[in-house]
Structure formats: structure tokens, C-alpha cells
């Protein structure tokens, strides 16, 4: 049995692999148990192995290169043309058997340890900031039912915590205050542990050349820059700074039929993260546009754009300048600078 391509369906417990041999004949088709990966595949010759970029993948392309396979990873939606009938397994291997051998199919890069650590931080903070808003929301919705009214925002809750402790605001009852209390604690907890990770994600930024480089750019800072060099495993698996802006759902969603082409809004694809970061970059550049100050393009695009418009294509052209700096080892030049120069 000499197999030569493999496609491996992941799941939690019980893996499908699908084997074929370098005729296209199917010569392996069987289900591996979690605990039996390494050892089954460290008794294979080494062999192309396609796996699904989803959970644990890029787990197990790490442990099965180092068993000396080539591993590539492929997203999961451009492997669904090629499962036949039903869905199961069984179909989703042999589909990732057939499509990792496509000359034109597209992979995923494999992230590191250290890569995938630092997203770590980044999920962990963005979970904990939906919890702080979820804790505000409460906190200000339960107060206002007794008439304290306090403006939006989390710089604003403090207020509301600090009636909380003043034994002389007989505004709320009793039952009431254990309730908001407990609240007031754990946002309390949260702003803590936000901080917290927020502090790990700067000290990573800072060890990090490309990082820093990348914070030089009008709108990026330590959290946006370390996000997409986290995220970012191999800059020239993109030909060109359209294609990542593309990547990250930056341009405008296409529909086209007979010659006819109408463009609508931008298709919000690839990583949602990121494309959100990068708009909220570019607002707060927007926020501070200026005559004379800045770019003449942004300020002419402002004079005849609505404002979020503007902002979707500015982030557009940080994606592009982003993947230039990143492919070439540059820093970022300013506009004026380089255009006086």
C-alpha cells in the first residue's frame, strides 16, 4: 500500500482519513482515534496530508509535519464543491483528498505556537469586553427602572457603581441592591482581567519587530498591529495588497451576469476581527482629519463620501499598506514626507 495524498476529516474524538495512491486509486479509508494520530501516522511513509483549516488544525499540522508529512490546510468552503450527495465523514475526507491536489487551490499558512498564543490573548480580552458591555447594559437597565439614569459608555458605569455604595441614596430597595452589587463585582473583575491581557498583548507588541513597525502606520496601535502579525502567518501567500484587503472583506461584493457588473457593499469575508479593527482604526484617523494636516486624497474623499464610507476605504488602503510593509521588511513612509522628498 503505497499512499501518496491523504485526506484527514478533524473532529473531536474520531478522525476519517482517505487515502489514494499516485494512480488516484483509493487504497486507505478508515476512522483513527484521537489517541491513535501519532501513531498511525507516524508509521505511514511521508505522504501529502490536506486538512480543513477549522479547530484544532493547525494543532495537528504542526504534530504531523514533524513526523516529516507535507501538510497543507484548506478552507473549509472551498472544499464543500467537491463532497458528493450527502454529507457525512466519510464524503468530507475524500472531498479534502480531492481538492488539496488542485493546482489552483488556495491554503491556509500554518500558525506557530507562539502565533497562535498571542491571538489567544486577543479572543480572551474581545470575550471579556462583550462581558463588560453585557454587566454596563444590565447595570444601567436595572437602574433606570428606579429612575437613575447615567450616560452610555464604560467610562460612565462608575458613576452608577458608586451609588451603589452610598448608604444615603434611598433610591433603591433592598432586594434591589444585592442584585446590582453582585453586578458591580464582576465588571469590576472584568475591568481588572481586561487590563490585565490587554498588558500582555503591549509586552508581545513591543518584543515584536514587525509589530512595531506595523504601529507606525496613521491608525494602527499595539493591539491592531500584534492581531495581524498574529494573524498573518506568510504575507506572500497574498500576490498583492488588493488581494489581502480582499482577503479581509475590505471591497465591494461583485454580482455579475451577461456583461453586466454591480458592485454593492463590501462582502465582510475572511477574518471579521481584524476588518473590524481596521475600520475602527481608520475612524479614529477620521476623527482627527484635517486640512493641511492630512492627506489630500482623505480630505477630498471626506468633501464628497459619507463619513463611514470613507472610513471602510481608508481601511481598505491601512490593509494594503500593511501588507507592503509586511512582504518587504519596510516602515511605514509618511505621504507628505515621501512626496516632498
Known amino acids: 500500500m503505497q499512499v501518496t495524498t491523504i485526506g484527514l476529516d478533524l473532529a473531536k474524538h474520531v478522525f476519517q482519513v482517505h487515502g489514494v495512491d499516485a494512480a488516484d486509486a483509493v487504497v486507505l479509508r478508515r476512522r483513527v482515534r484521537r489517541s491513535e494520530m501519532v501513531r498511525f501516522f507516524g508509521r505511514l511513509e511521508c505522504c501529502l496530508i490536506g486538512l480543513e483549516a477549522c479547530a484544532t488544525a493547525h494543532h495537528w499540522a504542526r504534530t504531523l509535519r514533524a513526523l516529516g508529512h507535507e501538510v497543507r490546510l484548506l478552507p473549509p468552503h472551498y472544499v464543500k464543491a467537491y463532497v458528493k450527495r450527502n ?11 480531492e481538492a488539496v491536489t488542485r493546482p489552483s487551490m488556495r491554503f491556509v499558512p500554518v500558525k506557530s505556537v507562539e502565533q497562535q498564543g498571542t491571538l489567544a490573548l486577543h479572543r480572551g480580552r474581545e470575550l471579556l469586553i462583550r462581558q463588560r458591555t453585557m454587566l454596563i447594559n444590565a447595570l444601567r437597565g436595572h437602574m433606570a427602572e428606579f429612575g437613575i439614569i447615567a450616560a452610555k459608555g464604560p467610562s460612565n458605569a462608575g458613576a452608577l457603581v458608586a451609588l451603589l455604595a452610598d ?63 498574529a494573524t498573518v502567518a506568510d504575507p506572500s501567500a497574498f500576490t498583492s495588497g488588493r488581494h489581502f484587503a480582499a482577503w479581509l472583506g475590505l471591497v465591494p461584493k461583485q454580482n455579475a451576469t451577461g456583461g453586466r457588473q454591480s458592485l454593492g457593499r463590501i462582502s465582510k469575508r475572511g477574518d471579521s476581527y481584524l476588518r473590524r479593527l481596521l475600520i475602527t482604526g481608520a475612524q479614529s484617523v477620521l476623527r482627527w482629519a484635517k486640512k493641511g494636516k492630512s492627506s489630500p ?7 464628497r463620501r459619507p463619513r463611514s464610507v470613507v472610513a471602510v476605504a481608508l481601511a481598505n488602503k491601512m490593509a494594503r499598506i500593511v501588507w507592503a510593509m509586511l512582504r518587504r521588511g519596510e516602515d511605514y513612509r509618511n505621504e507628505a514626507i515621501a512626496s516632498a522628498a
Open 167 to 229: 448608604p444615603a441614596d434611598d433610591r433603591l430597595p433592598t432586594s434591589a441592591l444585592a442584585a446590582l452589587r453582585a453586578i458591580a463585582a464582576q465588571l469590576a473583575m472584568a475591568e481588572e482581567q481586561i487590563a490585565a491581557l490587554h498588558g500582555e498583548i503591549v509586552a508581545w507588541h513591543r518584543r515584536s519587530e514587525a509589530s512595531r513597525r506595523l504601529a507606525g502606520v496613521p491608525g494602527i496601535g499595539p493591539v491592531i498591529a500584534s492581531a495581524i502579525v
Open 87 to 97: 454529507k457525512n465523514d466519510v464524503a468530507d475526507a475524500e472531498a479534502i483528498c
Open 297 to 303: 486624497w482623505l480630505i477630498a474623499l471626506l468633501a
